[in-house]
């Protein structure tokens, strides 16, 4: 199998040329025409047509489809559904925000994890993503848009720690000077609560933004809503976070999908405010985004500002997250469903 070459490092990349004889400087060349979009070698104008059939010959060298392009008519938010080479889909999101143009991408085909609100999960995994297809995802948005892309969150379908090599080379990749230079203060992950990925992620001190999916404090509502507390409790995921805290000094920012009557009364924000204590923390609260396929509902509008107001009032940074692309199904997972449906394919 020819190897796929937008997932190599520049270094990765330069060895390869090496041993085919190149000269070094080829390998900036061909590193900033892949991290330009190309879409096949015969693009890369700076390179002798005898090496770039020799490229053609020893690596696999593939952009994505747009399968479906919705935009906002409410905010400019533009949803994208990317056909892979494989055929299956995945899908990303840009949303404008004042402090910058965000892409939140997907990183896996499906997703295992099973909680019980979220779009993305209800048709299992199905594959993880190479480094190169969520490269491609913020490439892409960027050059299909011309909107300038500056953040990056690893929110969309899939669970990024569920997929930690490829993810991390990703990283690697999109942070290169010579490729989109996208700093690590502009990216966030976020993730269900997998504490060992947490735990390596640490120990490499990246100052990347760490986003926990929370949703809820107890163990009993949490484990209902979320197969992985069963595997990792509340007090084991807090301390985790304290942990990533120490080593890297970065604030934690938490989601919590206001769900009516599950997670949003006086308690639980009570409960929150202890596990919490002590620990730098930003707390995301996201009206639930109805689903079809669950009967959770969001909570009033009452319930969420009593909640942010009990956090503030202790000390905690609590947002209420605004709501972009409601019009055009932006939520994660939930275009796939839908193309699926329509289509017949197993995407
Ligand atoms: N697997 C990772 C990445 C997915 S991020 C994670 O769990 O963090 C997507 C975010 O949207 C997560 O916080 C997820 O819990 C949340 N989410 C999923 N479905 C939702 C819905 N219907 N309403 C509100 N938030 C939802």
Redesign the pocket.
């Known amino acids: 199998m020819k190897q796929d070459i937008k997932s190599m490092t520049r270094e990765e990349i330069a060895q390869c040329l090496r041993d085919m004889g190149e000269p070094a400087f080829r390998a900036g060349q061909v590193f900033s025409w892949l991290h330009r979009g190309v879409r096949s070698f015969d693009e890369m104008t700076n390179i002798s047509k005898a090496l770039r059939e020799r490229l053609t010959e020893t690596f696999e060298l593939y952009a994505p489809q747009v399968a479906r392009k919705q935009v906002s008519a409410k905010d400019g938010t533009i949803k994208y559904l990317w056909r892979l080479s494989d055929g299956h889909c995945v899908e990303s999101v840009l949303m404008r925000y004042h402090h910058g143009n965000t892409v939140c991408i997907s ?1 896996e085909v499906g ?1 295992a ?1 099973g ?1 019980a ?4 999960t209800k048709g299992g995994l199905v594959r993880r993503l190479r480094p190169s297809e969520m490269l491609d995802q913020v490439l892409f948005t960027q050059i299909d848009s011309g909107v300038p892309v500056s953040n990056i969150v ?9 997929n930690y090599e490829a993810v991390r080379k990703f990283l690697t990749l999109v942070n290169c000077p010579e490729g989109m230079n996208i700093g690590m203060r502009h990216i966030s992950l ?4 997998k504490v060992d990925g947490i735990d390596r992620l640490a120990e490499e001190n990246l100052q990347l933004t760490l ?3 929370l ?1 809820a404090p107890d163990d009993a509502v949490r484990t209902s809503i ?1 197969p992985i507390n069963r595997r990792y409790d509340v007090e084991e995921l807090i301390k985790a976070c304290r942990r990533y805290y120490e080593k890297t000094g970065r604030r934690i920012s938490f ?1 919590y ?1 206001m769900i009516d009557g599950v997670n949003d009364t006086p308690q639980m924000a009570a409960l929150l405010i202890r596990r919490l204590k002590g620990l730098p923390s930003h707390v995301n609260l ?6 079809e396929e ?1 009967p ?1 509902k ?1 909570s009033t509008r009452q319930a969420v500002m009593a909640f942010q107001k009990a956090l503030e009032d202790a000390g905690i940074t609590a947002t209420v997250r605004r709501t972009l692309g409601s019009d055009i199904d932006a ?3 939930q275009l796939r469903k839908k193309y699926e449906k329509t289509n017949g394919t197993n995407s």
């Open positions: 990183s997703c994890m909680c609100f979220c779009a993305s690893l929110m969309g379908i899939g669970e990024p720690l569920d976020s993730t269900c609560g986003s926990i999916s949703h979320m989601e999908a996201i009206p639930l985004n109805r689903i669950s959770l969001p939520s994660c997972g």
